[in-house]
């Protein structure tokens, strides 16, 4: 990877991230279940996370890429369409289901311990009986929730994540190796399945390791559009050396063009040549997106930095008094401009959405960006006055 790279400006950047994240237009994926998979088969994953101030991050982000998005799409696409599942990328995801030879990869990994008991310390209290009694379970009643058991001997908290019934840690070890799946889930309550029975299908075949590199860099050139090795890697950087040579030979071949980001210091770059012949200078249009925290634009908190000229907080977990933008302040991006972060709160019980705290960022000028924001949080309360009557967001 010795060719000389080439300069490329923020502006330019920003452009190219923001077209393969689609938020560069105003329906990019489409409406129903169906737009639903097309948007998690086009970002690679979609986090899931617990917090439930707003509507959960999951549907908030399929929600800033598909407007008329509702929660039961989702909802249909794993249950019913079985187009996409969870697993863990670099937090817990949706997935797409067409990729789950590589996450078969890691479940293998989880299975090849000794005693086929614990992957992690987390699950050393799970025994391989316990472990085959949950599978047996399951097997012989059909899909179960941690509620459908209620003959568990419940033991004291050694964790304030954990749950004082043992077979919880059963369910998520064998969730973690492959022989269990999430076939539904109603807020954060998993139903579990045998996979293969979920999926009705016999298994595909594991990624090789080569496969897997392979695999990360192609969905970061989708859905990141110019990467470096850390944006490739996020989360599982073991694999740095492996992509790297992936980068040395798609150079060679000359697949990818080496550049430089003005705003990057030393980090190294790739984008493909059509790519970045095609990118304009802060081509986006003024779209108003209210981002989740955990959002593909916002969870590298690093590159989001370094081409938008933000430096994410997230300040759920900061004592009260510590707080600059507020307890869950979403960035708003206006165009290829983060101009704001607001921290918001949905008030069930009055149906209707609390600003907690609006905090003006980069310079933005409010009377540019005020009426364009407003606009957007009205369709956003909107949003999650529908879910509140939805059960797959209970």
């Given at each position: ?22 938020l560069d237009e105003e329906n990019p994926f489409g409406s129903g279940p169906d737009a639903t998979r097309a ?112 003959d568990d001997e419940l033991v004291e908290k050694d964790h304030p994540w954990a749950s004082r019934k043992p ?228």
């Amino acid at each position: 990877m010795s060719k000389k790279p080439i300069s490329v400006s923020p502006g330019r950047a920003r452009s190219i991230w923001l077209r393969a994240q689609k938020l560069d237009e105003e329906n990019p994926f489409g409406s129903g279940p169906d737009a639903t998979r097309a948007a998690v088969e086009h970002l690679g994953y979609v986090q899931i996370d617990t917090i439930n101030v707003i509507e959960r991050s999951h549907h908030h982000i399929l929600f800033t890429r598909i407007p008329g998005y509702s929660t039961a799409d989702l909802d249909q696409a794993q249950s019913a369409d079985k187009s996409v599942f969870e697993y863990w990328t670099h937090a817990l995801s949706y997935v797409p289901t067409r990729d789950f030879r590589y996450s078969l990869l890691s479940m293998k990994q989880q299975k090849n311990v000794p005693d086929k008991t614990a992957p992690a310390s987390w699950f050393a209290s799970v025994s391989h009986k316990d472990y085959l009694a949950i599978i047996r379970r399951i097997r012989n009643e059909g899909p179960l929730s941690i509620r459908d058991i209620d003959d568990d001997e419940l033991v004291e908290k050694d964790h304030p994540w954990a749950s004082r019934k043992p077979s919880k840690r059963a369910l998520q070890l064998a969730f973690y190796t492959g022989d269990l799946v999430v076939s539904r889930r109603l807020g954060m309550l998993k139903t579990y399945e045998l996979t293969d029975r979920h999926f009705g299908w016999e298994r595909p075949k594991p990624a090789t390791e080569g496969q897997y590199a392979a695999y990360l860099l192609e969905r970061a050139l989708r859905a990141q559009g110019i990467v470096s090795l850390d944006s490739i890697c996020y989360g599982d950087l073991k694999w740095k050396k492996r992509v790297a040579a992936l980068l040395g030979t798609a150079v060679r071949k000359k697949e990818l063009l080496p550049v430089h980001i003005e705003s990057a210091g030393a980090v190294a770059h790739w984008v493909a040549a059509e790519v970045l012949e095609t990118a304009e200078e802060n081509h986006a249009p003024r779209l108003v997106h209210i981002l989740s925290p955990f959002d593909p634009l916002v969870i590298q908190r690093k590159r989001l930095a370094m081409l938008f000229g933000h430096d994410h907080r997230f300040e759920a977990y900061v004592p009260a008094d510590k707080r600059v933008l507020g307890y869950f302040a979403l960035p708003v991006l206006v165009g290829d401009r983060i101009v704001a972060a607001i921290d918001l709160k949905a008030d069930r019980k009055a149906g209707k959405l609390l600003i907690q705290k609006w905090t003006w960022l980069n310079g933005a000028d409010p009377a540019e960006y005020k009426s364009l924001i407003d606009s957007a949080l009205t369709r956003f309360e909107a949003f999650q006055l529908a879910s509140l009557n939805s059960p797959s967001s209970d």
